[in-house]
């Protein structure tokens, strides 16, 4: 929220314990979460990234790249010698994997899509490596630099093409019983764009499932610790605005348009007095401009001046517009003179076309010839009174 002052002159606690029973005829589900959240304009990734990052390239590798564990293991019996390609560690996963996402708050709806690039798993071996060095399949199956060896298991990183990929083993006279565990993946995200989700924590879900012609595919498998992943999304949306304005936080007089010197030599009364203020205004999404005041006549402000003798005081409103052209628009029109109400639920939302940077704008401050007339049977008079302008971009 954005606050702008002008000086307009005349527990609760609770604990869930749940218990799940799983048969062996039950489907069993596992879950991955991939989060991220909108800093200037743009998704930043807070997924915790993937266990094979810090394996290869030093960790480097998910840099640049989302990355999210897959949280399932499987057993595999390899005969060492086998030409069927589904008996060897086999990959087949989706090309695209599109959801839903929904406002928790204002249950819009929105799409996201996620498309895998890259695929990790952990094989363990007993005596013999299951995986060569290479990589066969269709449709472009490479290995992203030399599987990573270690005593008891080898870590592969491989692309993700349309169809599966598979590492013939080591071609000895032997059986290995795999535990394939620490499952992940790369992938590329497409989010909805910044400026037409409303502020919020979006989330959606899509179910993938794991088995022989499914989503997930790793061949022939035994003792799979889920059925389906469930890969959820989850979008923190929190927009930014800047407004700078040279006179925020300062006295600001309102005046005739020619000044005072029709009234002080013709008694000509003023037709209104005012005051234009420039600003400028950077903003990726829709955001609500209202006003508070210091002497609220809802919806409008007012500025007051002490007169003296029964009376007391006397107060007169200020008209208060603003003017933002370009990509600028209210309730789809220009932002021209957009008259502004104090409290926010009287506040006006305006909306960017795409991402607007530095942008002219104008607040306009006015008062009307018929309160200009009641102001001078009080010459000497000081009106008063604080007006702050609130731009917020999460309305």
């Given at each position: 929220m954005r606050r702008l002052i002008l000086f307009a002159n005349p527990v609760l606690a609770a604990l869930c314990l749940a218990v799940l029973f799983l048969a062996s005829n039950v489907a069993r589900g596992s879950e991955a979460v991939i989060t991220a959240e909108l800093r200037n304009g743009v998704f930043i990734n807070t997924t915790p990234r993937a266990h094979f990052c810090s394996v290869f390239a030093s960790g480097s590798f998910c840099w640049n790249t989302w990355s999210v564990n897959l949280p399932l293991s499987y057993y595999k019996s390899i005969n060492l010698e086998t030409t069927n390609e589904r008996e060897m560690i086999y990959v087949r996963a989706p090309r695209v994997m599109t959801l839903q996402l929904t406002n928790?708050?204002?249950?819009?709806?929105?799409?996201?899509?996620?498309?895998?690039?890259?695929?990790?798993?952990?094989?363990?071996?007993?005596?013999h490596r299951v995986m060569s060095y290479a990589v066969a399949g269709v449709n472009g199956c490479q290995s992203l630099g030399a599987h990573y060896n270690g005593s008891d298991h080898t870590r592969h990183l491989w692309t993700i093409p349309a169809g599966a990929c598979y590492s013939p083993p080591t071609a000895v006279a032997a059986v290995e019983q795999s535990y394939v565990r620490e499952l992940g993946m790369t992938f590329f995200p497409e989010f909805p764009k910044p400026e037409t989700l409303s502020p919020g924590l979006w989330e959606g879900v899509v179910t993938q499932r794991v088995g022989p012609g499914a989503e997930f595919d790793f061949g022939e498998t035994y003792g799979n610790s889920a059925d389906s992943i469930a890969v959820r999304v989850q979008l923190t949306v929190k927009h930014d605005?800047?407004?700078?304005?040279?006179?925020?936080?300062?006295?600001?007089?309102?005046?005739?348009?020619?000044?005072?010197?029709?009234?002080?030599?013709?008694?000509?009364?003023?037709?209104?007095?005012?005051?234009?203020?420039?600003?400028?205004?950077?903003?990726?999404?829709?955001?609500?401009?209202?006003?508070?005041c210091q002497y609220p006549n809802t919806p409008r402000c007012r500025i007051i001046a002490p007169v003296g003798g029964a009376v007391g005081s006397h107060a007169v409103e200020v008209d208060v517009t603003l003017s933002l052209p370009g990509p600028f628009?209210?309730?789809?029109?220009?932002?021209?003179?957009?008259?502004?109400?104090?409290?926010?639920?009287?506040?006006?939302?305006?909306?960017?076309?795409?991402?607007?940077?530095?942008?002219?704008?104008?607040?306009?401050?006015?008062?009307?010839?018929?309160?200009?007339?009641?102001?001078?049977?009080?010459?000497?008079?000081?009106?008063?009174?604080?007006?702050t302008v609130v731009f917020d971009a999460n309305p």
């Open positions: 928790q708050a204002t249950h819009e709806t929105a799409q996201a899509t996620l498309r895998p690039q890259y695929i990790s798993q952990r094989a363990s071996h007993a005596t605005i800047r407004v700078d304005m040279p006179a925020a936080g300062t006295e600001v007089a309102l005046v005739p348009p020619r000044g005072w010197y029709d009234y002080n030599n013709h008694k000509v009364v003023p037709e209104r007095l005012f005051k234009d203020l420039p600003l400028r205004v950077w903003a990726g999404s829709t955001f609500s401009v209202y006003l508070e628009t209210s309730s789809g029109q220009p932002v021209d003179h957009l008259v502004l109400q104090s409290r926010v639920a009287n506040a006006k939302l305006i909306t960017p076309s795409g991402t607007a940077a530095n942008q002219p704008g104008t607040l306009h401050l006015n008062i009307g010839k018929a309160a200009v007339s009641r102001m001078l049977y009080y010459p000497g008079a000081q009106y008063r009174g604080n007006i």
